[in-house]
């Protein structure tokens, strides 16, 4: 990260993890009991797996990825690794440590992944904290190629029109040939000395690829050669202490017709309108985690960890549940009627879509679940700090 300072969100879950109610007070992070329900939703392991050593107490991206009828899962010191979707049998590991095994890297402490996995083009995308991008068949796991970019990666790499861009620490936005790795563009971004620690994902419509920027704005870029298109504000910097003007639009912005939906920490949840960058509409929400849509709603997490449900049209909230936070909860995943989270705990929670009201959960391990379920088809896919991959159905 250079000079910049790095403010790190996912601290919370370290300090969280270890912490007694006195540390609890010193840092000022109260966390809330599991609360009592009447679980109505009973929650099945349809397999699960160990995958290395995880990511530990490491601020991390990483998540599980669906393609190809395969899970691919990776761990922080290079172990990546494919599932088959339906058994949970292991069709092959490979280990990017080797490539850090010696020389200037060595280090590094392995291949420090942290940003992935994505899928296109018959391979799969990863990115690291060293600043390499790695690009792997996805039949045999052998290395396609890789190529250094101009800083850590801490997001997911996005395959847009034939590129992979990425979303670098440094502020550098850069696209690389899906095919062959070649580098072909660079769009830079404003960088404030203090920022969460973690970058925007990117989302793409109509030649347009889109992401957040850590000075508070959704940025639009022609994903063929990078350039500008618009910049729409979420949030400013104007607060009386350095944690309050972090301004970090960490979120994957969702896209909805012509409509693109972002939220800012200390800023707001947003309606943008995709052709120009006019906003629509915004309300005063803070929150760095993925967002969630279906039909007419949108949900969120703040960084407190409260879940809402917002009207998409006009930014109304439809409801609120707080019962779950300083947990750590993660961004929310849409199942059927019902919305989940996982917590730094290790627990998948479910909400009923509707209300908002808590109506089961189930344990996955208890190092916690760090990054947004997944969601495919009728099948949730969470990974825990632990290095668990477990796929999930419910009823």
Request: net charge negative; charged share 20%; aromatic share 8%.
């Amino acid at each position: 990260m250079g000079a910049r300072k790095g403010l790190l969100a996912g601290l919370m879950m370290v300090a969280l993890a270890g912490c007694s109610s006195n540390d609890e007070e010193e840092i000022g992070i109260q966390v809330s009991p599991l609360p009592e329900i009447s679980s109505s939703v009973s929650a099945k392991v349809l397999w699960q797996a160990s995958d290395g050593d995880g990511v530990g107490d490491y601020w991390s991206s990483l998540s599980p990825d669906v393609g190809y009828g395969k899970v691919f899962v990776a761990e922080r010191f290079g172990l990546v690794s494919a599932y088959d979707q339906e058994s949970g049998k292991k069709l092959w590991s490979q280990n990017l440590r080797r490539i850090f095994a010696e020389g200037a890297l060595v280090k590094n402490n392995g291949a420090r992944l942290s940003a992935g996995i994505s899928h296109g083009f018959n391979r799969v995308y990863i990115g690291s904290e060293n600043g390499v991008l790695f690009a792997l068949d996805q039949e045999t796991g052998e290395l396609s190629w890789r190529a250094d970019t101009r800083g850590e990666l801490l997001s997911d790499p996005a395959v847009v029109d034939g590129y992979v861009v990425v979303n670098t620490g440094s502020g550098k936005v850069q696209a690389f040939d899906a095919e062959t790795g070649e580098a072909k563009w660079t769009y830079e971004l404003t960088m404030p000395s203090l920022v969460l620690r973690g970058t925007s994902g990117i989302n793409a419509s109509q030649g347009a690829a889109l992401l957040g920027s850590a000075d508070g704005k959704l940025v639009a870029v022609f994903s063929e050669q990078g350039a500008p298109i618009w910049e729409a504000r979420l949030a400013e910097a104007s607060g009386s202490s350095e944690l309050d003007n972090v301004v970090d639009v960490d979120s994957k912005p969702l896209i909805l017709g012509s409509t693109v939906y972002a939220s800012a920490f200390n800023g707001n949840l947003a309606a943008v309108e995709l052709r120009n960058g006019q906003i629509k509409w915004k309300r005063q929400y803070s929150s760095f985690s993925p967002l969630a849509l279906q039909g007419n709603d949108l949900f969120l997490t703040d960084s407190d960890g409260a879940v809402y449900s917002v009207d998409r049209q006009n930014g109304l909230e439809n409801w609120a549940n707080s019962q779950l936070t300083g947990r750590v909860v993660t961004g929310p995943a849409v199942y059927g009627d019902y919305l989940l989270v996982g917590d730094f705990e290790g627990y998948l929670h479910m909400l009923r879509r509707d209300s908002g009201e808590l109506v089961g959960r189930i344990q996955i391990d208890g190092s916690g679940i760090y990054t947004q379920p997944l969601v495919v088809d009728d099948k949730v896919y969470v990974q825990t700090r632990g290095g668990r991959i477990a796929v999930v159905t419910i009823q």
